[in-house]
């Protein structure tokens, strides 16, 4: 086995691009679109009142100028970036291992949300059989989701022993191949694929100035480490966003302990962060030159991110997808930085929607 | 005052055309979007029992295969297409009696929806002094839309009687010229351009094929019969869409008996289509040769199309945008048409998404 260490010093812009040469064909080039509502409203200082009962409390509110370019993997295939990494890992290991032995055995994992129908969908199109262990709690049209796309379902208990248990009897009978969420070298390169595509668009949009940041999502951390990884040797700053509901913001406090941390428990809104920060991808985000930062957002803000987004963008996007631009619109140490940093010409921010996939029952539920 | 029929005449694609000329600096050229799995949708036969109850029980479902074009003018400013006929008929005026005029007297309407906001920020555009008159039982989102963009608001009661009491008493003491919601010349020729709109960029995408049909939703007829107008030298077939709740088939109805609807008490969830179709407008829709059929459909199928376009497409709308989708997708008369005109090959259809003002609090209720 290659050390996470080692490992990381194998992600580089250039294995990004690689990835992206092969997973071109089957992935969405999703539209990076802009909202002068949205540049307006995060460009307008907070009320004093909103920083009461914060660190912030007392001073004067920031006043950052703000241009987003909101990278919306919510219109990517399944709804989420999970496809590029899905394609991506199942590519790689079709040129490795050859068709005939992957077409065989197959490919396995355990999951409830995106990325088992990234997988599935990824395994339909590339004729192989797919077996993707679910929580039997897990909500019927995340099922009927993954089912439309032809993988086997096989039901487990919820907590992580219980689902592992399944997957290891599932591959002592088929030997089905374990593709893992996130903690894995070729997902995250697929998912820097997003960053790559990005910044392309960013400059068709806007010419020749670089963009001054980045900022996605954190849960197994694929898509952060990813996008971090392709602008490793680039100006473009990249930042993190977490939920921080009973401790979802693992990564920010393994960053401020200075050691990852392995367990969370947590129920937030954003249920595709839910999980801890992986081995590989910590080996990145913990890495400052490639993450500058990683902050924390609360529930009441993701919501109220979202309704923005839903009411005046007129997206759709699941809780998690809007971490970063709450960020952006309420964390006063982020907000004071764009100010000092960008000063009057402020910064050109992408912020990554990473996935779509709610239910109207569910926003009911949210906003009822 | 020149009659319905005499203006009727002069309602031209050629009008229309000078229409986008004058207002092109102004408004959004909106986007026109695809989606492979509504087409899927669309194109897969009703199952027979969902036939029951219906004209078309005990009937072979219908083979239709549709190609569709999403016009999003949901993400047109003020989220709707009133915005091309409200800049167009202040435009307009301004070119007829002069800015000077127009700015000393300003301009009125009465409304509580999309024409109020379209009006307000057209006449803040045009630095021209609005009066909205508008329900004191509007919701608070919608007052406070119109308010930031300037307008003064003016409360009446809700009935027409009460409404243009108001209008008059305001008129009486500021000269305001009144800028109609859709019954006026200007207005329809200002909502064509989103056909005009939606016609090149067919032709951008999918080269040197005609568009076999339009669809739009049906209120008081401004969308529908300028679209009609713009087509109505050419081969593309126009059709419309209303909800069938309470009576609010007005324009269907009329059809049927030869004769227009003058008046319509309904509370379908599409509230954009509570009015009955203005003079001029059924002048344009009830000539054969330009608008060949008027739909409607059920509340649960409005809700079903939402749903659709909010899980699957991750857009949003309003419920008024979807009943053009929903005709498409259920009703029996019309997919038998497109499966036996469109053969084969089936029809490239243009839907037009005609808003996305909803709020997430609206949505909880019809969906929680």
Known sequence: MVSPVEQAQALTPAAVEAAYALIRPYVHRTPLLTCRTL???AS?????ESLVGTPFEGQTPARPRFRFFFKCENLQRIGAFKARGAFHALLRLIEERG?????????????????????????????????????????????AGTRSYGAEIIFSGSTSVEREAVVAEIQAKTNAILVPP?????????????????????TEQVGSRALDAVITPVGGGGLNSGVATFFSDKSTRVFGA????????????GLQAGERVAKVS????????????????????????KVEGVFAVTEEQIMAAMRLVFERMKV????????????CLFDEGFRR???????????????????????????????G
């Open 39 to 41: 540049d307006t409203i």
């Open 44 to 48: 307008t200082p907070q009320s004093p």
């Open 99 to 143: 068709e005939d032995e992957v077409k065989r055995r197959g490919v396995i994992t355990h999951s409830s949300g995106n990325h088992a129908q990234a997988l599935a969908l990824a395994a339909s199109t590339l004729h192989v059989p797919a077996y993707i262990v679910m929580p039997h709690i897990s909500t019927s049209s995340k099922i």
């Open 182 to 202: 996130y903690d894995d070298f070729n997902i995250i390169c697929g998912q820097g694929t997003t960053g790559l595509e990005l910044e392309a668009q960013y």
């Open 242 to 253: 977490e939920p921080i509901f009973e401790g979802a913001d693992d990564c920010r406090r």
């Open 266 to 289: 947590t129920l937030t809104i954003a249920d595709g962060l839910r999980t801890p920060v992986g081995l590989l991808n910590w080996q990145v985000i913990s890495n400052k030159r």
């Open 316 to 327: 759709v996007v699941e809780p998690s997808a809007v971490v970063g631009l709450a960020v």
């Open 337 to 367: 930085r764009v100010e000092q940093e960008g000063g009057d010409n402020g910064w050109d921010v992408a912020v990554v929607f990473s996935g779509g996939n709610t239910t109207l029952e569910a926003v009911a539920k949210l906003f």
